[in-house]
């Protein structure tokens, strides 16, 4: 077994991925319903009754384009930005009118980031929190069956470090790793404090005996060697406050090289994201932790609905636990919203290889000649 912080559990990875099996899920999101309804990202983000309408206009079309029963309408909730613990200590927000929300770094150096962290904050009054939460109050009025989510969010340690310093932060990671460790313990204390908030105005356990993820895709800048030092611990000490239970993880562009510490770690799940340097069987074979493959929006831009089926089977029988997708507003128009069909149709006819007996090696002989070729060799390639 792979050794890793002393005291981190760890799963039986022997038997993890069996046991794991092979899922498959298609998600849905607001951008779907921005679409559809020809809203602009910057309204929706600053404006509740905008977010009002696009939820009351959008669903009823999206349900019309995708009337399957595995397709889910998206969830109400207030405008998702993941920056929402930072901005409440300080870092100035950016909502362009048509792109996703920016932030500001509002720190030169670790020792302003660490007196920011050191003052204290009441999470409820700072910032932009006490807009979005009436955005919240304003959408539960309006949805009162439903169950609304406030998604002022937070990051991992590492991305937040970098939300309040910048580059400034990962200068330090080469040049001074010290101090950068100081840093992400004060980020980890302030990351906690934030998400007992969070949780409170969503109505969730603060520790949730079960399990709980973390997203903290900057992590892949921090070179191999030091992950011991700088990653793991604040790792640990993320999910330490926040479960007893399985841990599992949102990281964008790892690398191979990388991949062992997911074991360090304890993680029962790994989601890879978009990470161009990876393939499922560089995963497979670089540790034991089941993991899913996603299939973005934007690839569908150039593959065929062929070219979708082959890469469900391909990434199945290379060893994914679960792919998946989400319907964002690109996907909300042929010729794609057929391929998400043809995505659907091969995830099923692979569930139901697997489930009948069928071998990992057996989903491969249903991928094309052209598709063996292209992945994952000339993947993400058009």
């Not at 020809?38 to 929706?44: N, Q, V």
Request: charged residues 20%; glycine residues 8%.
């Amino acid at each position: 077994m792979t050794t890793g912080i002393p005291g981190t559990p760890h799963p039986d990875y022997g038997r993890l991925r069996e046991r794991a099996g092979f899922h498959w899920s298609v998600g849905s999101t607001v951008y779907a319903l921005l679409e559809l309804t020809g809203t602009p990202l910057g309204a929706y983000n600053l404006d509740p009754e905008v977010g009002i309408r696009v939820y009351r206009e959008g669903r009823p079309l999206f349900r019309d384009l995708f009337p399957e029963p595995a397709v889910p309408m998206p969830r109400v909730h207030t405008p998702a930005v993941s920056y929402g613990h930072v901005n409440c200590l300080g870092a100035e927000l950016v909502f362009p009118e048509a792109g996703e929300v920016g932030v500001n770094h509002p720190c030169d150096s670790i020792c302003d980031a660490l007196a920011l962290l050191g003052q204290p904050c009441d999470f409820a009054r700072s910032g932009l929190a006490p807009f979005y939460l009436d955005y919240l109050r304003r959408l539960r009025e309006a949805f009162p069956n439903e169950s609304v989510g406030f998604a002022f969010g937070l990051e991992g340690p590492v991305t937040t470090a970098w939300e309040l310093c910048g580059e400034t932060f990962f200068l330090e990671v080469m040049d001074s790793p010290g101090r950068a460790r100081v840093l992400l313990e004060a980020v980890c204390r302030s990351v906690q404090d934030y998400w007992g908030f969070y949780a409170e105005v969503n109505g969730v356990p603060a520790v949730n005996p079960n399990g709980a993820g973390l997203c903290d895709d900057l992590a892949s800048m921090v070179p191999p060697r030091l992950f011991p030092e700088l990653v793991l611990p604040s790792w640990d000490r993320f999910y330490r406050g926040r479960t007893t239970g399985v841990r599992s993880a949102h990281v964008e562009d790892l690398r191979p090289a990388q991949l062992p510490f997911l074991e360090m770690i304890g993680l029962s799940y790994f989601d890879p994201s978009v990470s161009p340097k990876l393939s499922p069987p560089l995963i497979r074979e670089g540790c034991r932790v089941p993991f899913g493959w996603r299939l973005g929006s934007f690839h569908y831009l150039t593959m065929t609905e062929q070219d979708v089926r082959d890469w469900v089977f391909q990434a199945a029988a290379d060893g994914a636990s679960r792919v998946f997708t989400y319907i964002e507003g690109m996907l909300c128009r042929e010729p794609q919203a057929s391929k998400v069909r043809a995505f659907m149709e091969a995830a099923q006819e692979a569930e139901r290889m697997l489930r009948e007996g069928a071998c990992r090696p057996d989903l491969a002989r249903c991928v094309s000649p052209e598709g063996k070729k292209r992945f994952w060799a000339h993947w993400p390639e058009p």
